[in-house]
């Protein structure tokens, strides 16, 4: 096990790991110098939560490479994710760090779209991945868990959509971690060139449990002139897995890209959203929505950074803390100088459903542009007594009458997700954590 100073994979097993992948020079590098500055860097600072003692280093990083096998010998637990026929067509299931199942429509293939793995991307696109890994939206400098997500990454794929070209059916990806003490370090890239358009769902899901594992998430969203991307998620990681998760977005000019993030996990988790709206019209609209239980800590910011004028940005949180789970939203809107005829707005809001549980949401308005409009709502507390009693009054019992009301409350963001498949497990979450 390592310190909480120490890493104990070193220069060489990175080298070596980095050799069993055939990475390219540039990518080496790229992991040398995230182990460098792992060594070097302090954790991120989330505001108000101590995550000092937190689990960031007592994983196994190296995992055997899993077996290719056929839909029907995906499990149950992944088998319901994938919808119906239509949606299940375009779908990438990684275990632990392998890709076990693949596929991808041939007239997807013919218009030009690439959807695979990381390491196949590399190999098959080098110029494509170099560009957009960590480039504009993360950096691996930013922090020890941002140089340690390079250093050992492991998992990950890749998602392109030419010029002019429109995806009508959502591409999925399915992250199944099984191995009870894995670290996973996985990355996804999104890229859209102009006027293109692509929905994109992805879940995390342990069936893992009992010894500490890690979850290092990246993902990075590039979308083009006049191309939107609404990009889904559900993370269903476990009590033992403590999560790291990143995922930011740029917008090209008139860009759009739509969140729908369901945080589901059990274990103590830090979740950062942040969108760069840099072109002239481009829009955000981020929408989240968590429930906490047992000792959990959470901590969530979702930022928008509204640089081109006439932008748009949409923050939507919502979360549900029972126990003695604690949840804390930062919702941050910024409008930077020049950003003329900007709209920026958030609203946050959590529920708390026992006396021990704790909420607290911190919106933040940074305007550095006179002609512009912005807003936010927040709130913290209890299940509303008028609407118990409304629905208690037409003969529902006060435990049920809770529940709807939580998932009236969670609604928005799960009537978003375009996967029924998707949608119905969050709703079976959402559900389960609620009881």
Known sequence: MMSAETI???EAYVREFSKSRNEPEWLLQLRLRGLA????LALPKPDKTNIRNWNFNSFEHTVEQEAKITRDELPNEVLDLLGNEEE???VIVQKNASIV???LSEDLKNKGVIFTDLWTAIQDHP???KKHFMADTVQVDEHRLTALHVALLNGGVFLYVPKNVQVDVPLQAIFWQENANAGLFNHVI????????VTYVENYLSTNAGEPAIANIVSEVYAGNNSKVLYGAVDNLGENVTAYIKRNGQTGKDGRIEWALGAMNDGNTILENWTKCVGDGSSADAKMVTVGRGEQRQNFMVRIDQIGKHSDGQIFAHGVMKDSATGIFNGIGKIDKGGKKANAEQTSRILMLSEKARGDTNPILLIEEDDVTAGH???VGQVDDLQLYYLMSRGITRSNAERLIV???LEPVVATLPIEGVKQALEGIIERKIQ
């Open 88 to 90: 299940a067509g375009n």
């Open 8 to 10: 104990v994979y070193d």
């Open 37 to 40: 500055l792992s060594n070097e």
């Open 190 to 197: 999104i890229v859209t060139e102009d006027n293109s358009s």
């Open 377 to 379: 709502a927040a709130s």
């Open 127 to 129: 110029d494509l991945v």
């Open 407 to 409: 998932r009236g409350f």
């Open 101 to 103: 199942h693949q596929e």
